[in-house]
T-cell receptor
């Protein structure tokens, strides 16, 4: 399967614990995005990487959240001291930017299956 | 701040009927995306619209973009039950200092047999 994969698919944790999610993008994609989706809402952008560089972070991303993409391939999203409000689906997406995005070319994002986090 | 509004948020319709979902956005952008999401599943890309007047069609779905009106539409022709899903539009906040791509809240479409 050459699509975007995420692990784990489901995570139940107690409030105050730390959790880490992994995303493996499509292999030739240089951009990787993290989103959070709560029930009945659209995905909310959290952050994105171009290769290993984290280029943008949303104001939604509190200090308890950190993301890495150390070798420009897979990425991890860690949430420290989880709170009940962190319960959501965490989606990863990847795309290929050939340098023409600034010229109006699309960078279509392909989404993974998501990690559903439940904080009790 | 870029805002994206979809309407309706819920739509129940009979098979064979036509309907349109609307997506309005608040600031200048010339890239708009439509996605489909089935319950408990991830998002599937449907259309990428890049310029004013762009129209794309796939099967019974047709999407269009009017950048001057800041409006995109997703038109469903002769709906079938398999099209039941939640449909999201997303707008590229190219000139926003913070958020990259902003999604609407989605339109939950239920097609009755």
């Amino acid at each position: 399967d050459t699509g975007v994969s995420q692990d784990p698919r489901h995570k139940i944790t107690k409030r105050g614990q730390n959790v880490t999610f992994r995303c493996d993008p499509i292999s030739e994609h240089n951009r990787l995005y993290w989103y959070r989706q709560t029930l009945g809402q659209g995905p909310e952008f959290l952050t994105y990487f171009q290769n290993e560089a984290q280029l943008e972070k949303s104001r939604l991303l509190s200090d308890r959240f950190s993301a890495e993409r150390p070798k420009g391939s897979f990425s991890t999203l860690e949430i420290q001291r989880t709170e009940q409000g962190d319960s959501a689906m965490y989606l990863c997406a990847s795309s290929f930017d050939n340098g023409l995005a600034g010229l109006g070319m699309p960078y279509e994002q392909y989404f993974g299956p998501g990690t559903r986090l439940t904080v009790t | 701040e870029l805002k994206v509004e979809q309407n309706p948020l819920f739509l129940s319709m009979q098979e064979g009927k036509n309907y349109t979902i609307y997506c309005n956005y608040s600031t200048t952008s010339d890239r708009l995306y439509w996605y489909r999401q089935d319950p408990g599943k991830s998002l599937e890309s449907l259309f990428v619209l890049l310029s004013n007047g762009a129209v794309k069609q796939e099967g019974r779905l047709m999407a269009s973009l009017d950048t001057k009106a800041r409006l995109s539409t997703l038109h469903i022709t002769a709906a079938v039950h398999d099209l039941s899903a939640t449909y999201f539009c997303a707008v590229d906040g190219q000139h926003q200092p913070d958020d990259k791509i902003i999604f609407g809240k989605g339109t939950r479409l239920h097609i009755l047999p």
